[in-house]
């Protein structure tokens, strides 16, 4: 299995933009060798801003870049992206819809060594809350590629949450991606998982080992959070006998709610898998992080035979 | 537009009866820190400013951010002698559904540049604008106005700092010093002074007038338009509710109403 990490995937995506679109511009927190925008910036610096450790600004200056015509991508951790900028993403930007693409990078509990601090359990969250902002969650490098081209194309507010990881690639390369489409990646009649991100090939994992089993398990790829078909979703959990839903993150407010409120009152159970309500904390790597949080194809398959 | 010094005080005087008008009787309104900026933006918007009302995404305008977003109405009294949009809208002020909200909404009314209200945000924005118009060559300016009760914020310094580092000469700021906050006098309740060596140690130009004096504004702003390599700020001195005689230096008309023999007396104050 090819692996790639969406981190660089994404700088070198970005780069290929700049290349195409002179109106892309990137914008920095002093975290650009993390987040690969370095890229970027060694290639067109007069399009890159370096704006220090400074989240706020950089977000409302990004706003400002937008207003003359520009397509700006601003970058950070995923805890301060949609944390520290939180009002400076709703009031100047997400209020009237202005072009800016907020990328939070080291997303979930991936930046595994430093801690509750520095790991994002919240942030799709927080970023669904608000009005006119787009949500999205790739699940491998090859979708992480697709998205950061397609929300160049799109003029809106995006949330883009971005793994620091290196991630097994899940589809095919001419994979297209669409804003708000789930995809169905695997067939199954008994049971559907909806998942996004890391939890995507778990789900695929769990899957496999439930089919020896013959429990058959579909498994969904729902890596745009908002906007979401939501007919898409309920004719995709018909007949099943139970859902499972898998993410990266809490369960209060992300994919487990989104998915539990878009099928209330259809009668079929659903169970989470997820962080329960919990920060992260530092652990020596990031597999046993996974563990200690559920995170793992095993608590899928725990969840399929209890839901 | 050019107008002369007489043309452009009677302008304030008229912005200010428009916010009067705006406020109207029994309902909140920002008045005092609105009528503060009258004399600024009768200069701004009817002597310095490069735009087009007809047209008001013209590429090549001067860019206007209210970053003290909450003085909303002496925009919208500018834009509407301007005939941004009709002017019966400032009517409308605040009504369901209206064009003009209570708080700057470039989506709703024509002239608006950006959403601020927020404080704090407005002065980032103009540093972005100021950044987007030099990377395409523009030699439009950016104006913006900040209060001296919002440089609270830690994000104007931030701003600050970015605006030197990368060198908006294209930005022109002006500092609203009303001395007033919403709770009353900065000096007793939040004292963000001093200013002018705060501004001079972030690396801006710096100037200090009387906020209220048309010359003394024309002339500040020629003075910036002089010097490069560095943002500018204008420390303006100004009265908060200024213009309306029972309404200069109190902290009550910050976001206050006016009774009906108040909003009588302030209309003949400002038709004479």
Known sequence: MNYQNPRQVYGETLLELGRKNKNIVVLEADLGKSTMTVLFEQEFPERFFEMGIGEANMTSFAAGLSLTGKIAFTNSFAVFAAGRSFDQIRQGICIPGLNVKIIGSSAGLSDFGDGATHQSVEDTSIMCAIPNMTVLVPADGIETRKMTQKIAEYHGPVYMRINRHDLPDLFPENTEFEIGKPYLIREGSDFVVFANGIMVSKAMAAAEQLAEENISVKVVNVSSLKPIDEEEIKRMAHGMKGIITAEEHSVIGGLASIISFILRGKGIPITTVGINDRFGQSAHNYGELLEEYNLTSEAIVRAVKTV | ?272
């Open chain 2, 1 to 272: 537009m050019k107008m002369t010094v007489a043309e452009l005080e009677k302008m304030a005087a008229t912005l200010r009866l428009n916010i009067v008008k705006m406020v109207g009787v029994g309902q909140k309104g920002h008045l005092g820190g609105s009528c503060s900026l009258s004399e600024i933006v009768s200069v701004l918007y009817f002597s310095k400013m490069r735009h087009n009302p007809d047209n008001p995404k013209w590429e090549d305008r001067d860019r206007f951010i209210l970053s003290k977003g909450h003085a909303a109405l002496i925009q919208y009294a500018a834009l509407a002698e301007l005939g941004y949009f009709p002017k019966e809208e400032i009517y409308n002020i605040k009504k369901l559904g209206a064009m003009l909200q209570g708080h700057p909404d470039m989506k709703t009314t024509p002239g608006i540049e950006g959403n601020t209200g927020s404080l704090g945000q407005g002065l980032s924005m103009a540093c972005g604008m100021a950044a987007g118009l030099k990377i395409d060559k523009k030699d439009s300016k950016v104006y913006c106005i900040i209060g001296d009760g919002e440089i609270a914020e830690g994000q104007i310094w931030e701003a600050a700092l970015s605006a030197a580092w990368y060198k908006l000469d294209n930005l022109y700021v002006f500092l609203d010093c009303n001395k007033l906050m919403a709770t009353g006098p900065i000096t007793d309740r939040y004292d963000t002074n001093p200013h002018i060596d705060k501004w001079k140690a972030f690396g801006w130009h710096v100037s200090d007038i009387d906020g209220h004096n048309i010359k003394e504004i024309t002339e500040a702003l020629d003075e910036a338009e002089k010097l490069s390599d560095k943002p500018k700020i204008i420390i303006a001195r100004t009265v908060k509710g200024r213009g309306i005689s029972f309404a200069e230096n109190v902290a009550a008309f910050h976001n206050g109403e006016l009774t009906k023999e108040e909003y009588e007396k302030a209309c003949a104050e400002l038709e004479n």
